[in-house]
């Protein structure tokens, strides 16, 4: 099992619905990181969080650290929004925060005018 | 103020070649990170260094694999004698200080070996 799964792998919408994309983790963390990254493209940061909730325009991203759950929201979904949405989280293992990133497999976002 | 900036963006390599990757971290920034995609796989660590430390290297190949980080100039991945299975997309990711912080990711470099 991997300790960074994410939901769904593959997502298609019409453009204007809200989205969600989940990403779940087996370790403890210090922080949780949305990335996105368009075909062939390099990768952005999104979001950096380690509680609560962020916002960016039309993007919110969201944790839970009791249940190890963070959720990436888009409102108003717009077809350049389409691209691979990455969850991934810093780990953190007897007080000492690790810089190196483990990753979920990626969401598929696609969508349609 | 520079995003992170890799060279080449595109490398071909023939089998049994040296491929080199440079990476030059955002001004400021002295935590540099490596990462592999390998065609429709997710994200791999590779090595984090800081000036002229390897710090962790635990998801570097044992063989043929190197990376420095030197006081002066970019930080370099060397790949030694190529194998078809080293085509990836290589990125190179900055941060300021401490570990944990938001890393800036660069445009990557696309590997392919013949």
């Known amino acids: 099992k991997n300790e960074v799964e994410q939901s769904p792998q593959n997502l298609t919408a019409q453009e204007g619905e809200f989205i969600t994309i989940n990403c779940s983790y087996s370790?403890?963390?210090?922080?949780l990181h949305w990335l996105q990254q368009h075909p062939g493209g390099g990768i952005v940061s999104l979001f950096m969080l380690s509680s609560g909730k962020k916002k960016h325009g039309r993007l919110i991203a969201t944790i839970n650290i009791q249940e190890k759950h963070s959720s990436l929201h888009i409102t108003a979904s717009h077809p350049r929004d389409s691209a691979v949405y990455i969850c991934?989280?810093?780990?953190?293992?007897?007080?000492?925060?690790?810089?190196?990133?483990?990753f979920g497999q990626g969401t598929i976002l696609t969508v349609h005018p | 103020n520079a995003g992170v900036m890799q060279n080449p963006r595109h490398l071909v390599r023939r089998r049994g070649q040296e491929a080199r990757l440079r990476c030059s971290p955002m001004k400021g920034h002295s935590h540099v990170y490596w990462y592999r995609q390998l065609p429709e796989e997710g994200l791999k660590f590779m090595v984090y260094?800081?000036?002229?430390?390897?710090?962790?290297e635990s998801g570097m190949p044992k063989e043929r694999f190197s990376a420095e980080f030197p006081k002066e100039g970019p930080s370099i991945l060397r790949i030694q004698q190529v194998v078809r299975g080293d085509s990836a997309a290589y990125f190179c990711?900055?941060?300021?200080?401490?570990?944990?912080?938001?890393?800036?990711f660069g445009p990557g470099t696309r590997l392919l070996v013949l």
């Open positions: 990711a900055s941060s300021p200080h401490q570990r944990g912080e938001t890393q800036y």
């Open positions: 260094l800081q000036k002229e430390n390897i710090i962790d």
């Open positions: 370790v403890g963390i210090s922080a």
């Open positions: 991934a989280v810093s780990q953190n293992a007897g007080g000492t925060s690790y810089g190196k990133l483990t």
